[in-house]
């Protein structure tokens, strides 16, 4: 299942085109629920709408809007010294997993290597990886469903390979994250509207984060 989203999640291309029956056929193994629902539904969008669109639609939604970015530590440390040693330790969770991992340009915080480090390089950090990260997940999840993208089902479908339902809105988000392991926030302004935990969500125009070129 983490294979099959990070593929539905990565940039729209030729190679998810020609991947598209073999996804269809493997979700359709899933069990009923949730994942394998959020992941069809995906997959017929993307069978049925021309790849221009589906690029420029992808665009929209993760690289020019900061509530829906993809970069998990983005949520948890903004763009900051911090964050510097956040993807340090991504880096070195796929190095001690004795497999390297395709970054694709992009930072190694971006979920769909995160989703592929748990599919092919440690099925056991991966998810655990996952769920460290499940409040910047749910964000992004609420975010999308809000708006109505046809990636809000992937997103949906992670969520729900994770422990626990998901939580309903921001506010249970952001209680989901207070009762996590405190984070080290030097060199953080608290009122950053980015930064989990906090009791607001990101404005619809915050700039996103830096990180892989298209």
């Known amino acids: 299942m983490h294979q099959a989203a990070s593929w539905c999640l990565a940039y729209p291309d030729d190679d998810l085109v020609d991947r598209l029956p ?13 994942a394998r629902d959020g992941l069809r539904g995906f997959l ?3 069978a049925t709408t021309p790849l221009a669109d ?28 911090r964050r510097g040693e956040v993807l340090a330790a991504f ?3 796929y190095r001690a997993s004795g497999m390297l991992v ?5 930072l190694p915080d971006h979920l769909p290597l995160v989703l592929e480090y748990a599919a092919v390089a440690d099925p056991v950090d991966g998810p655990s990886l996952l769920q460290e990260y499940r409040p910047s997940l749910e964000l992004v999840r609420l975010a ?5 993208s046809p990636w809000a089902g992937v997103l949906t479908a992670v969520c729900a390979t994770l422990p626990g ?6 506010a249970a988000v952001h209680a989901m994250a207070a009762a996590g392991p405190p984070r080290e926030s030097v060199g953080l302004d608290a009122a950053d509207p980015r930064l989990l935990p906090l009791a607001g969500s990101v404005p619809a125009g915050a700039d996103g984060p830096s990180g892989g070129g298209r």
Not at 65 to 74: A, D
């Open 165 to 170: 339902e998901s939580p309903r809105d921001r």
């Open 54 to 81: 589906l690029q420029r639609a992808y665009v929209d939604a993760f690289d020019l809007s900061g509530r829906q970015t993809l970069y998990l530590s983005y949520w948890t440390d903004g763009d900051t010294r």
């Open 144 to 148: 999308l469903v809000e708006a109505g």
């Open 44 to 46: 017929d969008h993307a």
């Open 91 to 93: 880096k070195a969770r």
């Open 102 to 106: 395709d970054t694709r340009g992009e």
């Open 22 to 34: 073999l996804l269809v056929a493997a979700v359709d193994e899933l069990p009923a629920g949730a």
